[in-house]
DNA sequence: TTTGTTTTTGCAAATCATTTGCAATGAGAA
DNA sequence: TTCTCATTGCAAATGATTTGCAAAAACAAA
């Protein structure tokens, strides 16, 4: 709790009840949830809705959550801890969207490992690079 | 055009007109388009967008189009060459959403090599598995 | 601990991308 | 040419996310 309190200073932003909450969550969730998961995982009137989406962007922009997207039209979020950079892949169920998280980070041959590894079936991923352009770094 | 109507008879489905145009849209331009950007490119009043919309299902299920997701929210769409799988990576600018198409398949490794060879700055990836888990195969 | 200032929150309304109901229209088989 | 079923346009419905605004909460200073 140090390190929000810390950090939260350093930017000028107060300590209140719903991103302590937001943050609890988070913390007892290894896996990636949504801003709805979130949402109904606190308790009953915690906090609004609306709420936990400007605080995800807020602990988003401070680097203490990771926003992951599975293409199914809604952000999810996880906590990074202190050392790492959140950095790591998924491995999403297409039905139950169950999640598993995979260390590794190579592809494609991983492709094959990863499917017999954990079982699943009809594996595939999507990759996408993002950067700034030469026209745009003048 | 040929492929477009066998493929669509076999699936008792009709060959026509904003169908036509959009894929003549998706012929002429080699980037992922999201549907509004084709249906500003069709000529006005061509269709309507949410038979832009029922389209592009239509023709990701009969693997004519690939959809992808770059985050911001809009679905891409690319044809798919009557050859090729479609599989490829983009490298999409954080700024003016530039796309530079990638054909190598590898990553990690890539990312300096891809950031090197186009100019791009701080390119970051995002990749996520999909598939069936064993629970769900039952 | 009281006050003053600034950030946050709750609530409701507004956006945006995408989907859907339904009656009218069009494509293709007979 | 006709008949039938797929398809379309249009408008309304969804679902995720954002935003305006006044009230409430944090915190620094007194």
Redesign the pocket.
Known sequence: MSALTSR??GH????????QAILGILRRHPHPL???EIFAALPRG??????I???M??LEEMGMVKRFDFGD???RFELVGEDDDGHHHHLVCMRCAEVVEIEECSIRELEEQIAARNGFATVTHKLEFFGICPRCQR
Chains 1, 2 share one sequence.
């Open positions: 939260l200073r000028t932003r107060k300590i209140t009840g719903p991103r949504t801003n709805k915690r906090c609004d809705l609306a709420t989406y400007r605080s962007h807020l039209g809604a952000a």
